[in-house]
Structure formats: C-alpha cells, structure tokens
C-alpha cells in the first residue's frame, strides 16, 4: 500500500520520515508515482531524473545479498553487507545470527533495536553456495 | 577531446618530507619542508609562487593555511578536495590557470603526520547516516565489500590480490626511500591477519607521515629551468559516487570513464605507456584499475597480475616506487604517484629506473572507490 505523508510527518524532511517510521517497526521505501521508480537513501527526489511526486510504501523487505564482509576486531566481529532490495534499490545492512553467508543468498527484513536505535537487518531465508 | 593544453605546462620541481616516520613534526611542518625543497629543486624562489594547490585531511581550508604558512599571496588557489585523488586533479587545476594565466608558478603540496600523530588513518571523512547503523569501518569495508564482489563475479583468489602486495614489495625493495622493505612472500601475505574478509593486513596499504609537494610552470618557462621539465600530457576526473552504497557495480570504477577520456586529451594509446601508477589503497585497487584503465579485460585483472607480470622484470611497470603498499601512505597518497612519475620520466630513479620512460599514466583513488582521476605526465620526448 502506498501511503501520502501523514500531515505531522510531512514537517520533517525524508531522513527523518524514514527514521521515523523505523521506530514505529516500519520499514518503509520511497517510490516515484510517475515512474515508479523507487529510492534509497531516502531523498527530496529521484536522483539523475529528478522526481519529485514520491510515496512511501512499505518495503516488500526482501532482496539479494550482492557483496559482504567481515570486520575483524579484537572486540569482536560484524559483517557488513549490501542488498539489493526486490524494489531495485541497493542498501547496507547486517546478517543476523551468523558470521557471514555467500553472495546471491535470499534474505529477509526486520526492524530491531540496537543502543536504542530502530534499524533494519536482514536474516538469510534461502542459502546459495558459496 | 580537447588536446588545447597538452603539453602546455610541465613540473620542474619535486620535493618529499618525512615519508615513513617523522616523529615531533605536525603535518603543515611537513608539507612546508617538501614544498621548499620542490621550490629549490625548481630553481625558484619562495616568492616566485603565486598559485597554491592543495588538500589535506587535517586542514578545513588547506589553500588559506598553507598561503598563511609559506608566507604567500596567491592570484590563484584550489582547494578541490577528491581525497587521495585531489592532487591529479590538480594538476588539471593548475594547468588550466596557468594557461589562462591566473598565476605563473603553481605549488600543489600536501602533509601528513597520521603515524606518528596516532597510528591510525586520519580522515574528515563524516559517517553516512544511512550507513552508520551498521558499523562499516571504512575505508577498508568499502574495498572489502568490492573485493568480494570481484572475487565472486570473476573467481579471483585471495592469491591473486597477495601478488599484487608482493610486487609491490619486489619494488619497494629497489627505493631507499620506500618504508615497508625486505621479503615478503605470497605464503607471508596469505598467512597475515584477516581485517575484513577477504582483505588482510597484507592487502592494506601502509600508515605513515610524509609530506610532498610539486611546482608547475608554462612549459615555454619549464625549458629554461635547471631540471628536465615532466611535461603534463592530459588529466581527466570522473566522480560516480560518495559512499559505496551508491556504487552502481563494485567491480567497475569510474576510472572507467576517466581513463579513456585522459587517453584522448594526452593523445596516448596503451603501447605508449612506459608507466604506470595507481592508487593501491588495497590490492583490490589495483586490480580494479588495470581492468578499468583497459590493461586487461573486466575481470582478468586478477590472472592479469600473476607470474610476476607487474612486479620488477615484469610485463607492465606499475607502481615502482613500491606503492602505497609498501612505499608510503600517510592518508591522501596522490602526490606520491607524480612524485615517483617525474622521477622516472628525469631518470632519476636510481635501481628501478625503467629503461624508456617518456610517458607515464598516474591514476588517483579518492573515498571509497568514488573519486577516480587519470592523468599522463611525459617527457621531451613524449610532446
């Protein structure tokens, strides 16, 4: 469902709608109602065409893993990863509850809470291997 | 292209600071001495520098504190900050107000004291809000992530990136000035401490001080000064992204774009090209730009650096100062690359001096694979 800026939220710029809507639990992505394209980060506009008309929708909140790593340090390791996201846009998150898992792997959003922080991870729903 | 200002300035003076370790002294001290001494090496004076060129990753407005320090009144500064590679920028930069005549002698010079000042990389780099959930340690995240992307999509190996650390070493080994020397051997490199998968301490370049600097004149001027004029041939600079997020493909660079567009205005092919330097931040990096800069097709990159093909006695000379891998890298490493560059194109280069070098390609990495600038630099010969 595609859902206009509620009146309270459209005083805040993008950024923080979209941080906003993380601490309610939701995930949310913009989406061009012209061209349907879709973006992340979010922005004020489609960036190289310039859309302006954009909608936020929920995330369908699953996508591909394109590239990962491991940062390894003496206080502990964490992966890093980029998915690309099933609407098309790519982000940076993490890959819960394992060290790392191969490129091409099928995952999943959720939204947890980290030092206070509502932020999306993903979890792996279907491996690839390696 | 434009071939306009081919040819039209060349750098008639070198100078480096500090490069490794150079304990007690701040980063513009450091950058003041290797600007004095490219000011000698010219044979000019200090007041004869009327256009600054300059970045740092200590300094908020590098050109006003530098011009405050050196005790000069610029006609002209830039202040282009592309990270490692701002300084090819520059060289753009100057030429272009040289040509237009906005200044007569331009000093593009840099500092850095990040080793002794902390050990760590020092960057005024801010965090990506939308990044910095996940905790990316950049910039070594950013190159791991296009490591594994490479390593998945074209099969290249762990090993073929060590190659690329032992060459550099093989040519480290040949310059007194390099800091990291002695042996390294594929075994030392894949045996070394994983700090993002698949990167290892080995893959990442080093942490040191060093300050460098260089001088630029018209070249009708360059020919009565007292060192062989490095001509400047041609420089293009392609910027594609800020933070790896937004990186279409992690295995093409923008160098892509800023390799070929260099080419055109330098009037260089591949078969001219006696030299070549590139940012090796990370041994990704090099493999990346060798593919991108069109030495070897997309994803061969890899198998191309096998069998000692780029390290001394090689097929290509690249990197023969011994690279930010081995050499020096106190942070933005750019101007290091033109500084081994003139040093070949003099002959000047003591045991790796390549036996032609008229035409060197210099290749600046900037961010997290985001800024990519492709500049040529040759000698008499090469206009």
Not at chain 1, 61 to 81: K, P
Request: net charge negative; with cysteine; glycine share 12%.
């Amino acid at each position: 469902m595609s859902e206009v800026l509620a009146t309270a939220a459209a005083a805040l710029g993008p950024q923080e709608q979209y941080l906003e809507f993380l601490s309610q639990g939701r995930f949310m992505l913009q989406r061009s109602l012209s061209s349907g394209r879709y973006v992340f980060y979010p922005r004020v506009l489609i960036p190289g065409t310039g859309e302006t008309d954009l909608v936020w929708e929920e995330a369908q909140g699953t996508g591909t893993i394109y590239a990962i790593t491991v940062n390894r340090a003496r206080t502990g390791s964490h992966n890093v990863a980029l998915i690309d996201l099933d609407e098309g846009p790519r982000m940076m998150s993490r890959i819960e509850g394992r060290e790392t898992a191969p490129i091409g792997s099928r995952v999943k959003a959720r939204i947890i809470e980290e030092e206070g922080v509502a932020m999306v991870v993903f979890d792996v729903i279907e491996e690839v291997a390696a | 292209m434009n071939q306009a200002i081919r040819g039209k300035t060349a750098i008639v003076g070198i100078g480096t600071a500090g490069v490794g370790e150079a304990k007690g002294f701040s980063a513009m001290e450091l950058l003041g001495q290797a600007s004095l001494q490219a000011i000698a090496d010219a044979g000019l004076q200090l007041q004869d520098i009327d256009g600054i060129f300059a970045a740092t990753s200590s300094h908020a407005f590098p050109t006003l504190s530098v011009a405050e320090y050196l005790g000069i009144k610029p006609s002209y500064v830039d202040g282009t900050n592309i990270g490692g590679s701002s300084f090819e920028m520059h060289l753009l930069q100057a030429t272009l107000a040289l040509e237009a005549g906005l200044c007569n002698a331009a000093l593009v010079c840099y500092g850095s004291n990040q080793r002794t000042a902390g050990g760590r990389l020092v960057s005024m780099s801010e965090p990506q809000w939308h990044e910095a959930f996940y905790k990316p340690r950049h910039p070594i995240t950013s190159y791991s992530l296009a490591a594994s992307r490479h390593m998945h999509q074209y099969g290249t190996t762990r090993e073929m990136l060590g190659e690329v650390a032992v060459s550099a070493r093989q040519w480290a080994n040949l310059n007194p000035e390099a800091f990291a020397r002695g042996p390294l051997t594929l075994d030392d490199v894949m045996a070394s401490r994983m700090v993002s998968d698949p990167l290892s301490s080995a893959d990442c370049c080093l942490v040191t001080d060093g300050g460098a600097a260089c001088v630029l004149v018209r070249a009708d001027r360059a020919r009565d000064l007292q060192r062989k004029p490095a001509y400047f041939l041609g420089a293009a600079g392609a910027q594609w992204h800020r933070s790896v997020v937004a990186m279409p493909d992690l295995t093409v660079t923008a160098a892509s774009e800023s390799g070929p567009r260099a080419m055109e205005m330098a009037g260089v092919s591949h078969a001219d090209i006696d030299l070549v330097m590139l940012y090796d931040a990370f041994t990704i990096n090099t493999i990346l730009f060798l593919e991108d800069l069109g030495f070897c097709p997309k994803g061969e990159g890899g198998r191309f650096v096998q069998g000692g093909h780029i390290a001394p006695g090689g097929g290509l000379a690249v990197n023969t100062n011994g690279g930010g891998l081995s050499c020096v890298h106190p942070g933005m490493y750019g101007l290091f690359l033109i500084i081994e560059a003139v040093r070949q194109i003099r002959g000047e280069a003591g045991a790796r001096q390549l036996k032609k070098a008229d035409i060197a390609l210099l290749h600046g990495n900037g961010g997290t694979l985001s800024s990519q600038v492709t500049a040529f630099l040759g000698s008499e010969n090469a206009l």
